[in-house]
């Protein structure tokens, strides 16, 4: 049981090249988010899907697309890669349990700079 | 979502108990407590969450006042490797497909 994977661990980009961030997790989860983590920020939720096929905004959607075709994948792609996205890529995932608390799992974290 | 304050920085000696305070004065009555911490450079992981009672699991132990407006997420003998940021969030439990509000935590350093 892996949990949740991410791919890859580092990237380093020229501006306005494109990239795709894969996450993927072997716990059957029906939700999975993108995250990314600046210094002295916290976490901020990029996109998350609540299941296969479905996708939604969070706080800081602009400059990201993302697809989840398969339950247990969740990409994240850069079409035109800004400086402003140099950040610490983190993917998680949850259950769906009405009327609980849904624990999230965390990936490794992908490395990105945006030069 | 409520609030939370918690210590920028705290130390605590190897093998110690380590006693973290958060602060949640606004907490509604449908929102939980949850712990998560991060390890330099890994994913935040999940430690513990709690309503009212206290909460205890093999990480850690979670103390939560009657007045619900403070809590104190304790490990009972602090390691090296619980050296981390630790961050004390509330949030209504049934939120799945909602964010976690990751404020700015504490960073609890372990030293032998």
């Known amino acids: 049981n892996a949990g949740v994977t991410q791919t890859p661990k580092f990237r380093v980009l020229k501006t306005g090249q494109s990239m795709t961030l894969l996450c993927a997790q072997d716990m059957n989860h029906e939700y999975m988010y993108w995250y990314r983590q600046d210094p002295g920020m916290g976490l901020r939720l990029i996109h998350y899907?609540?299941?296969?096929?479905?996708?939604a905004k969070g706080e800081v959607p602009d400059g990201y697309n993302v697809s989840r075709l398969k339950k247990q994948n969740f990409l994240l792609g850069l079409e035109s890669a800004a400086p402003s996205q140099t950040s610490v890529y983190f993917c998680a995932s949850s259950y769906q349990l009405a009327g609980s608390y849904n624990e999230q799992f965390f990936g490794p974290g992908t490395r990105l700079t945006v030069l | 979502d409520a609030k939370t304050t918690q210590p920028p920085s705290m130390d605590c000696a190897e093998g110690r108990a380590a006693n973290l305070p958060c602060n949640h004065s606004?907490?509604?009555?449908?929102?939980?407590v949850y712990w998560y911490r991060q390890i330099h450079s890994q994913g935040p992981q999940y430690i513990i969450h709690g309503l009212k009672n206290n909460e205890t699991n093999e990480m850690a132990s979670l103390i939560i006042t009657e007045d619900r407006k403070s809590s104190t997420l304790i490990l009972p003998h602090a390691t090296l490797r619980d050296t981390a940021v630790y961050y004390c969030?509330?949030?209504?439990?049934?939120?799945?497909?909602?964010?976690?509000?990751f404020g700015k935590g504490t960073t609890l350093s372990v030293s032998s």
């Open positions: 606004t907490i509604s009555g449908n929102e939980y």
């Open positions: 899907s609540v299941g296969e096929g479905t996708t």
């Open positions: 969030i509330v949030r209504v439990g049934d939120q799945a497909g909602t964010a976690l509000i």
